[in-house]
């Protein structure tokens, strides 16, 4: 009795019921799902000891593909969510963010890595770009809602969720180039003449290019397929099949990295070149539909593995000064970097506090920390930036976890409030910053 595959199975059985209640129980609660999956994985391992070790540096290349497969499944959520057509001003405040505060970011915690923590530059820039990006899977509390119906009419895009969305969007492929850097440096060390051409060629510009191009010639091919295709039998608007989204997915994603691209960014620029071709059609929220659903799935199994892990001594060798550069970065280094970078521009100043705070880290970090250490030679430091990665990851999911839902309802609220002041309560009132 109680055998640990009947266990597994069991226990996945209560989750996955579990994650379909979660979302709108917790809906004002100062509480997240992954909150809740972090801490039953946390429990869960801990109490039952038959359970396998997850430990992800014994088990790097399942992680590797886990992660992968979650990230580019939200990404494709993302995309398909944002009604907001693409444009220098109506998307400003996106590249705000990632022009400057990822950068500041990377920049800021690479630093503390190498003064704070000792790690070395190959390292240290590592952790700075993988934990850089906003996570497109965690953030789901602080992001846009379904596409928009047939009228036309969105569902909670104002300019806080907008931003969050389409910054985790863009910057996971964005943060890759860092990533490779980080590679490069720990192969054939610092010195720029060893690794510069190469990686601002290929890494930078080829890899970005590629991805974006990619991404746009696979979203109008499959744009006119789902909504323009002569034929009923082949349009596949008409079927409502919303794992069509999937395939989606995989073919951006899978033909651009065959091309040596940043798939990442292939499959986000796809999402939003669908979205693109027929902005208001009802197979657009059939399509999210589906891949929310996917997404949710996938979270509960990696978050309830990280937490399994942190059960089972994954921050064993955590200490102090650790947790204060965990802090410093959630706290100080993201807010400042985002408030610097949103300077001057449109959002209020309440917006421009929530979007700098909201940066939240998940999925995302652990891919790229797997890949690196899959690809790169970063010696015996594997467990420790395990370890500081895997407690960025837990704190954020508590810290931003516990806020977002308040935060997020009494912004609301507030702008609720002003439209109805400057508007009055005839007719829909515009998005105001606050």
């Known amino acids: 009795m109680f055998e640990a595959p009947s266990l597994v199975f069991a226990a996945a059985g209560v989750a996955v019921f579990i994650a379909a209640m979660l979302p709108k129980l917790l809906r004002n609660a100062p509480l997240s799902m992954p909150m809740v999956f972090l801490g039953a994985g946390m429990l869960a391992f801990a109490l039952i000891p038959e359970l396998p070790d997850p430990d992800p540096v014994q088990h790097g290349e399942v992680v590797t593909h886990l992660t992968e497969v979650c990230v580019i499944i939200s990404l494709m959520g993302a995309g398909l969510a944002l009604d907001r057509p693409l444009g220098l001003r109506t998307w400003s405040t996106t590249w705000r963010m990632l022009g400057l505060a990822m950068p500041l970011c990377i920049i800021g915690l690479a630093l503390l890595g190498l003064w704070a923590l000792g790690l070395g530059l190959g390292a240290a820039l590592l952790v700075g770009a993988a934990l850089a990006p906003t996570d497109p899977v965690l953030a789901s509390e602080v992001q846009v809602g379904e596409p928009a119906d047939e009228e036309g009419k969105t569902e909670g895009e104002d300019e806080i969720r907008f931003a969050l969305t389409s910054e985790a969007g863009l910057n996971d492929g964005l943060a890759f180039p860092f990533v490779y850097l980080a590679i490069a440096i720990s192969l054939v060390g610092a010195s720029p003449s060893e690794w510069l051409l190469p990686w601002f060629t290929v890494d930078m510009l080829w890899r970005i290019s590629v991805g974006v191009l990619c991404g746009v010639l696979t979203g109008k091919a499959l744009g006119r397929l789902f909504f323009s295709a002569r034929h ?33 960014i292939a499959v986000f620029v796809c999402a939003v070149t669908i979205r693109a071709a027929e902005r208001t059609h009802g197979f657009h929220r059939v399509m999210h539909s589906y891949v929310e659903q996917l997404e949710r799935l996938m979270t509960v199994v990696i978050l309830v593995l990280l937490g399994g892990a942190i059960a089972r001594g994954l921050l064993g060798g955590i200490a102090w000064p650790e947790v204060l550069v965990a802090l410093a970065f959630l706290l100080l280094v993201r807010p400042l970097a985002g408030w610097l970078s949103l300077a001057r521009g449109k959002t209020g100043p309440r917006e421009r506090i929530a979007i700098s705070f909201f940066g939240i880290r998940g999925i995302g970090s652990l891919y790229y920390l797997a890949y690196a250490l899959s690809k790169g030679n970063f010696g015996a430091q594997a467990q420790e930036l395990w370890a500081f990665v895997g407690l960025v990851v837990a704190m954020s999911i508590v810290v931003h976890g516990a806020t977002a839902a308040p935060v997020m309802n009494r912004l609301d609220r507030l702008r609720a409030r002003k439209a109805v002041q400057l508007h009055g309560d005839e007719g829909e009132a515009p998005k105001t910053a606050i």
Do not use: C, K, P, Q
Request: hydrophobic share 45%; glycine share 12%.
């Open 232 to 264: 009923d039998s082949i349009r596949l608007s008409d079927h409502n099949e919303g794992f069509v989204a999937l395939a989606a997915t995989f073919l951006a994603y899978g033909v651009t990295e065959m091309v040596e691209g940043y798939g990442f």
